[in-house]
């Protein structure tokens, strides 16, 4: 850890959530929230802020965990973009309910989320598509993801295969890519104190209001 990093985490360590108790909640509304707290680690100078874990598990209820990045957050929920044969879309298309985690290490921050999933609009997926590199277009093209790849050079020759179909002209969204909204029911705020005495504060959803609790560290 570089001593600039080591001066941020002693500075931040021990600085409490805005609520410091329940009579000082300020917003029931877990979004903005979140969006302040993800403002502040873009802020903080934290490589890729809203890279985020995404876990999935089996219909049998095998979980399994992977890190993608956070597109789009707003109330209708959190989002994030991958290959619709994926292994976590495997999972997800049989048994979709989703456990998202943040980890803000330098301001002694994490962010449990987990709700239900779907797939966003085909509309959505494609301003996205559309909005990437061109690199990042023909690599979903050329990437089966998560399917057993025999040498590198098989991806290389998918790309240069795509490349040259797709040359001069818009390339379109695949049908197997798009995006996934997590739809959250709870969303846990976990901020760092000394002496292990961390604040922990749980928003869940019911009828479309947001109730606050706090737990134990
Ligand atoms: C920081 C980071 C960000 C990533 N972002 C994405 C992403 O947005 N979408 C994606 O499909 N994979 C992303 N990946 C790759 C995934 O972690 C994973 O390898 C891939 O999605 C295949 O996962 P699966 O086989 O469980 O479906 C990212 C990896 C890292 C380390």
């Given at each position: 850890?570089?001593?600039?990093?080591?001066?941020?985490?002693?500075?931040?360590?021990g600085?409490?959530?805005?609520?410091?108790?329940k009579?000082?909640?300020?917003?029931?509304?877990?979004?903005?929230?979140?969006?302040?707290?993800?403002?502040?680690?873009?802020?903080?100078?934290?490589?890729?802020?809203?890279?985020?874990?995404v876990?999935?598990?089996?219909?049998?209820?095998?979980?399994?965990?992977?890190?993608?990045?956070?597109?789009?957050?707003?109330?209708?929920g959190?989002?994030?973009?991958?290959?619709?044969?994926s292994?976590?879309?495997?999972?997800?298309?049989?048994?979709?309910f989703?456990?998202?985690?943040?980890?803000?290490?330098?301001?002694?921050?994490?962010?449990?989320?987990?709700?239900?999933?779907?797939?966003?609009?085909?509309?959505?997926?494609?301003?996205?598509f559309?909005?990437?590199?061109?690199?990042?277009?023909?690599?979903?093209?050329?990437?089966?993801?998560?399917?057993?790849?025999d040498?590198?050079?098989?991806?290389?020759d998918?790309?240069?295969?795509?490349?040259?179909?797709?040359?001069?002209?818009?390339?379109?969204?695949?049908?197997?890519?798009?995006?996934?909204?997590?739809?959250?029911?709870?969303?846990?705020?976990?901020?760092?104190?000394?002496?292990?005495?961390?604040?922990?504060?749980v928003?869940?959803?019911?009828?479309?209001?947001?109730?606050?609790?706090?737990?134990n560290?």
């Open positions: 850890m570089s001593l600039l990093s080591k001066i941020r985490c002693a500075f931040t360590l600085q409490g959530l805005l609520i410091e108790n009579a000082l909640v300020t917003t029931d509304d877990p979004i903005s929230f979140f969006k302040n707290w993800l403002k502040e680690a873009e802020n903080s100078g934290i490589i890729l802020p809203e890279s985020m874990s876990s999935t598990s089996t219909k049998e209820g095998r979980p399994s965990s992977r890190m993608v990045l956070l597109k789009e957050v707003d109330q209708e959190f989002v994030f973009f991958t290959n619709y044969g292994r976590k879309a495997d999972e997800l298309e049989a048994n979709p989703a456990a998202l985690l943040f980890h803000w290490n330098m301001l002694q921050r994490q962010v449990r989320i987990e709700g239900r999933i779907e797939r966003i609009s085909h509309e959505e997926s494609e301003a996205y559309h909005s990437r590199g061109r690199g990042s277009q023909i690599g979903a093209w050329a990437s089966k993801q998560s399917e057993l790849l040498e590198r050079q098989t991806l290389v998918s790309v240069k295969f795509y490349e040259k179909k797709f040359a001069g002209k818009e390339v379109p969204l695949p049908e197997f890519w798009g995006g996934y909204r997590v739809i959250p029911e709870s969303i846990e705020f976990w901020q760092g104190k000394a002496d292990r005495l961390h604040d922990r504060f928003y869940t959803q019911q009828d479309s209001t947001w109730s606050i609790t706090r737990l560290p």
